[in-house]
């Protein structure tokens, strides 16, 4: 199989149909079709529906906490054909969650004001779904497949000094490593470019480089991985870029100094950074 499960077939065992059965009345709206992971109830058509590269839907995960999940957005709104019978609420529900745990997945939080949220992890992307059934006559299919924005905005030598000019440090994201590693990535290099081309920019300038962890792990050990990262921050600017080692000092704080909560992926991605501090 390819990207996804073919669940066309999984769910025509568990009533829900495949698109364009011959039952159909209502024709679906222009240029709209069933997400590839999940087709519809029998006896539905659908009245609209909408797909974004990258948006925000917020999802229940137990009962009374709430989170934002962001990456590809799929909106689909089914309406009920003229005479076709109608179901129950439960039945929606339980169709959609029976076919997600068939592949795999589990539901997150049940009839919660009409609604069931369902999540699962297919090929390393998390897919969360949320069905609104609250009105049986119609209802909601969202499904996000989570990922990060791709980063298209880029802080550049200029940003950069501006932040530090202003507020004594800047904090840069586009410095990456493996998870408990302290070796640059590759794709860190334009980041590291706009940082050397800033200090070659200002040469009276002098920077401690300080690295930052989430609060993943032992103390110790994220205080250790934090200045081995800023260190290496240093001498790939000493030896590629030509940068006077004297210009330059690394220092690590590991988790101690967040600037987002670390309840979330979201928080902890913000707190791994390294932050350029002037002296």
Not at 56 to 79: C, M, P, R
Not at 98 to 104: D, E, Q, R, S
Not at 130 to 140: E, G, L, R
Request: charged share 25%; net charge negative.
């Amino acid at each position: 199989m390819k990207k996804f499960v073919c669940l066309s077939f999984i769910l025509v065992g568990l009533g829900v149909l495949a698109a364009g059965a011959a039952w159909a009345q209502e024709t679906d709206a222009e240029g709209t079709k069933d997400h590839p992971l999940l087709s519809r109830m029998p006896g539905y058509f659908i009245s609209r529906a909408e797909n974004k590269d990258f948006d925000a839907h917020s999802f229940w995960i137990d009962g009374d906490k709430q989170v934002d999940v962001e990456g590809k957005s799929t909106h689909i709104f089914y309406v009920l054909q003229p005479n076709a019978k109608e179901p129950s609420r439960l039945e929606i529900l339980r169709q959609y969650e029976n076919a997600i745990k068939k592949i795999g997945g589990n539901v997150l939080v049940h009839d919660h004001d009409g609604s069931s949220y369902m999540k699962l992890t297919q090929g390393g992307k998390e897919i969360w779904v949320h069905v609104d059934a609250y009105i049986t006559s119609q209802y909601n299919l969202w499904i996000i497949e989570k990922a990060g924005l791709e980063q298209q905005v880029v802080a550049d030598a200029a940003a950069f000094s501006n932040d530090i000019r202003t507020t004594g440090h800047a904090a840069v994201y586009g410095i990456f490593f493996d998870s408990g590693k302290s070796a640059i990535k590759p794709e860190s290099e334009p980041a590291l470019a706009e940082i050397a081309k800033m200090l070659k920019n200002d040469a009276a300038l002098k920077l401690n480089v300080v690295g930052h962890t989430d609060n993943d792990g032992a103390l110790e050990t994220n205080m250790k991985l934090s200045e081995a990262r800023a260190a290496a921050v240093v001498q790939t600017l000493v030896a590629k870029y030509g940068i006077a080692s004297a210009r330059l000092k690394a220092f690590g704080v590991g988790p101690l100094a967040p600037v987002a909560s670390n309840d979330t992926p979201d928080g902890k991605a913000m707190n791994r950074r390294v932050e350029l501090v002037k002296q």
